[in-house]
């Protein structure tokens, strides 16, 4: 089992508030990425990074921001939430270089703006 | 635009029974087609990858065909079980784009009954 961690599991906030949520991840991974997804739904890449100091902006335009300034921590910030950000917030890490890219994923944060 | 077509949105068989999922692309730089299986309330979790020199990969009761050509590939579950019931996930990534992003189908949820 992939030793990646997010917090919280579960959020529900009210409008207008700043959220953070946590990932971790203990297996030394210089990528980490963030996905947004409606339960069942597909995933959409919202933001990704290939190391400390390192934030790219996925294919899903998202209002989110994220910070990467310790290789196996990648925390991801609503400055104000909106119903509209209701959704599944996974994070995921892998290793650079080999030619091939699996991904390990946490158990997602469920998000649920008031 | 990168895309990933997955068919059939949902799948019900009964257990012994072979269902089978199909992916097909547009991108020819795509070199690495990985599968991912995901529970409810779980992260996805990478079952079963090909690369494009290969036609088949099997791994216990799990098989990916591939057909370059085609631009298609797909999963198949031998001797269906309960248990296997998920969502699962194609994606695609171009290994020489050095990103290593993945693109994912949009899933296919599947039951099995018993």
């Known amino acids: 089992e992939a030793d990646i961690y997010q917090t919280p599991r579960y959020l529900v906030i009210g409008t207008g508030k700043k959220i953070t949520l946590e990932c971790s991840q203990t297996?030394?991974?210089?990528?980490m990425y963030w996905y947004q997804q409606d339960p069942g739904m597909e995933l959409h890449l919202i933001h990704y990074s290939y190391g400390v100091n390192s934030t790219e902006k996925g294919d899903l335009s998202s209002e989110s921001t994220v910070s990467r300034i310790r290789t196996e921590h990648f925390p991801l910030t609503l400055e104000s939430a909106r119903p509209s950000h209701t959704s599944q917030y996974l994070c995921a890490s892998s290793k650079a270089g080999g030619g091939q890219e699996t991904q390990y994923f946490g158990p997602g944060t469920r998000l649920l703006v008031l | 635009q990168q895309q990933v077509k997955q068919s059939p949105q949902s799948l019900i068989v009964q257990k012994g029974g072979i269902p089978i999922i199909n992916c097909a692309y547009e991108?020819?730089?795509?070199?690495?087609f990985p599968w991912y299986q995901q529970f409810p309330g779980k992260g996805p979790a990478l079952l079963i990858a090909?690369?494009?020199?290969?036609s088949e990969k099997k791994e216990g009761r799990f098989t990916i065909s591939f057909n370059k050509s085609a631009k298609q590939f797909s999963l198949h579950i031998m001797d269906s079980q309960p248990g296997d019931s998920a969502t699962y996930f194609c994606?695609?990534?171009?290994?020489?784009?050095?990103?290593?992003?993945?693109?994912f189908g949009k899933g296919t949820k599947l039951s099995v009954i018993p």
């Open positions: 090909i690369r494009p020199d290969v």
């Open positions: 991108n020819t730089a795509f070199d690495y």
């Open positions: 994606a695609a990534s171009n290994s020489g784009a050095g990103s290593y992003q993945l693109t």
């Open positions: 297996m030394g991974h210089d990528k």
